[in-house]
């Protein structure tokens, strides 16, 4: 199978096959055994799985060598004879056969079943998670436990073969987006126990760097978003049923309930007993038609939040001011409610109550309601191609704020951590929509375009398709580059020449500045740039916080460990005692409040250093250097060129 086509029918035929473990058995290289599968035990087992953990292992089938190195899994079947073959029983390796048998009414589908492939998973945790539990379960002999291994089987398939399709999909197309798959896992697995370090260990990275993607990208940690995924599914639970608050805590991943209620009432502001009868009685006297869709229970937003705040890591969630949920005004209800007729009347002036797309570029007339006549055309997004407006004038945008006010254009409304930003000054007319975007206030707004990212389109209750059901919807990247994200925002917005115009200037400015700082700074000269926090160190690249500036548009050269470390690594937190191996011949540093203690341990390191001895530290404010937007970036080169020229001075 070499197409995701391929690999989608071949899915569809596990989902039609009755499957059964039969045996799951580890190994380990020391004990010189290897697996063994016998002629006579093929032929009663359909497949097997080899999931190979550590060293590597080499598998036979007929006439076919598979060389396999950890991380690794193979699936092979019973039409094949099979050997597993060591080249050196020295080297330690580690790994798990798992046999099962399947019973398909199609021929067709067992024999499609019996395909041998393998693959190098992206996480290998979750299934290794996962085969430790069924061979223990397995091993006891015990009919429960035994049942409960092969409850576990298929979703062990469902990783492997969800991993594999993964694999395949992202050969084609571009590196996956961390934070959306993280969202995903979160959505699916709620109910488990999650911290942020088996979230980070799942994608092969460090707590702090995975909340460093979350908090850039949804303006929320990894717990905190579990969190509100959590409450948001308990008031489902509360509404829908007449469970002890108990079992809605067990059902949403708390086993402590009086842990849980203390979570649900600082997040709400009600007991779970108090929500449940305020909801129910608002239900009784509004008698509200739109109560099925579930409108009452849409989460507020969470208080508005950046990366100045006290730094939220932790391994298990807790207690966090960062959350306060309101009841919904009944007025957002009655627009949508008016919404959907206008929008059903509209429907039926139009032959089957959709538009056809058009041929990429082209653009088209489409009739309103008024019978004016708005301009509309193709474009092509992450998630397709949706038929936008020309020329937009009630445009909602969940991250590009200083794209659009760059370009002369005032959205409607954006999100909390975003319409946040400083260098903003006049914010009149914008609507907060919170974080995690309300759907209920996208929709009182009226948009006739939505813009969003990936992840924050996935984190809004529904989604993507959720969202196109309000207004026209498009889903692009979170590039933290001006240049290029004023171009691709002049062809969303039909503004293509002010987009041109912003570029040349800033192009401009680029070069003046270049030329304004050449004569104070050496061509050896190397750049670094620290954040220090009450409870931890950071030290930033080359996307915000002045480092693109720095870094890219500037072109001054970043401290060797930076460069390898940061720039082109994961790294993001760093220990005290290796700071001086970050810092460069010059050091521009962020000290957010509250971090007097914290500096207090470090000033010495710093002093020491290159920077520290030459008198070049720059003091720079952490909220005017979070933002990466085109408004922000070009405040940020002012700043950064008047404190070098005037460090010379």
């Not at 223990?136 to 969800?162: H, M, T």
């Not at 933290?480 to 691709?488: A, F, L, V």
């Not at 010059?586 to 409040?593: D, G, M, P, S, T």
């Amino acid at each position: 199978m070499e197409s995701i086509t391929d690999w989608n029918a071949y899915i569809e035929q596990w989902s039609r096959t009755a499957v059964r473990l039969q045996s799951i058995r580890s190994y380990r290289g020391e004990d010189e055994k290897i697996p063994n599968l016998s002629e006579s035990r093929l032929k009663t087992h359909t497949g097997f799985f080899f999931i190979l953990t550590r060293g590597e292992i080499r598998i036979r089938m007929s006439d076919k060598m598979y060389h396999c190195h950890s991380p690794y899994i193979f699936h092979g079947g019973a039409d094949k004879i099979t050997s597993f073959e060591v080249s050196d029983h020295h080297k330690e390796w580690t790994g798990y056969l798992i046999e099962y048998t399947a019973s398909s009414a199609s021929l067709e589908d067992r024999g499609s079943l019996a395909l041998s492939h393998g693959f190098t998973p992206n996480v290998m945790l979750p299934i290794q998670e996962k085969c430790e539990v069924m061979g223990r379960l397995w091993k006891g002999n015990e009919p429960l436990d035994q049942l409960q291994a092969q409850s576990i089987f298929l979703p062990l398939v469902y990783e492997v073969l969800s991993q594999e399709l993964q694999t395949l999909a992202h050969t084609e197309s571009a590196k996956p987006n961390i934070v959306t798959e993280a969202i995903k896992y979160i959505k699916a697995n709620y109910r488990e126990s999650i911290t942020a370090e088996k979230l980070a260990g799942r994608y092969n990275c460090s707590t702090s760097y995975l909340s460093r993607l979350f908090r850039n990208q949804i303006g929320l940690g990894p717990i905190e978003y579990l969190i509100h995924e959590r409450v948001h599914h308990a008031k489902q639970l509360l509404l829908k049923s007449d469970a002890r608050i108990q079992d809605v805590a067990c059902k949403v991943g708390y086993a402590d309930v009086y842990y849980f209620s203390r979570l649900f009432k600082k997040h709400t502001g009600h007991s779970p007993l108090q929500f449940r009868a305020e909801q129910q009685k608002a239900a009784q006297v509004q008698n509200n038609p739109l109560h099925r869709l579930e409108s009452s229970i849409v989460s507020p937003p969470f208080h508005s939040h950046n990366e100045n705040e006290s730094y939220y890591q932790r391994d298990k969630e807790g207690d966090t001011s960062m959350f306060q949920f309101s009841r919904p005004a009944f007025g957002a209800m009655m627009v949508l409610c008016t919404s959907l007729i206008l929008s059903a009347c509209q429907a039926s002036n139009t032959t089957g109550g959709v538009a056809a797309q058009e041929p990429a570029s082209q653009t088209t007339s489409t009739n309103a309601s008024d019978s004016t006549a708005t301009e509309t055309r193709i474009y092509k997004h992450l998630k397709g191609e949706t038929n936008i407006p020309v020329h937009p004038q009630r445009v909602v945008s969940f991250f590009h704020l200083g794209e659009l006010i760059a370009l002369g254009v005032k959205p409607v409304g954006t999100t909390t951590y975003v319409l946040d930003n400083p260098h903003i000054s006049d914010k009149t007319g914008i609507t907060d929509i919170g974080i995690p975007p309300d759907a209920e206030k996208i929709l009182s707004l009226q948009p006739d375009l939505i813009v969003t990212t990936p992840a924050l389109a996935e984190i809004v209750e529904g989604g993507y398709d959720a969202l196109s059901k309000i207004a026209p919807t498009i889903v692009i990247e979170q590039n933290n580059e001006p240049i290029k994200d004023i171009e691709m925002f002049g062809d969303i917005l039909g503004k293509q020449e002010e987009a041109k115009q912003w570029n040349e200037k800033f192009t401009a400015k680029i070069a003046a500045y270049k030329a304004k700082i050449s004569p104070y700074v050496r061509a050896d000269e190397t750049f670094s740039i620290l954040n220090v926090r009450p409870d931890a160190l950071f030290v930033y690249g080359d996307t915000n916080m002045g480092g693109n500036i720095i870094y890219k548009y500037l072109g001054l050269k970043p401290a060797a460990k930076v460069e390898s470390d940061v720039i082109h690594g994961e790294t993001w937190e760093v220990s005290t005692e290796v700071i001086p191996e970050f810092i460069g011949n010059r050091l521009f540093l962020a000290v957010n409040k509250g971090a007097e203690d914290k500096l207090k341990d470090v000033q010495k390191l710093i002093n020491a250093s290159p920077a520290g001895k030459s008198g070049h530290v720059y003091s720079i404010d952490f909220d005017q250097f979070l933002p990466s937007d085109p408004i922000a970036v070009e405040k940020q080169l002012d700043i950064i060129t008047d404190l070098i020229i005037g460090d010379a001075k």
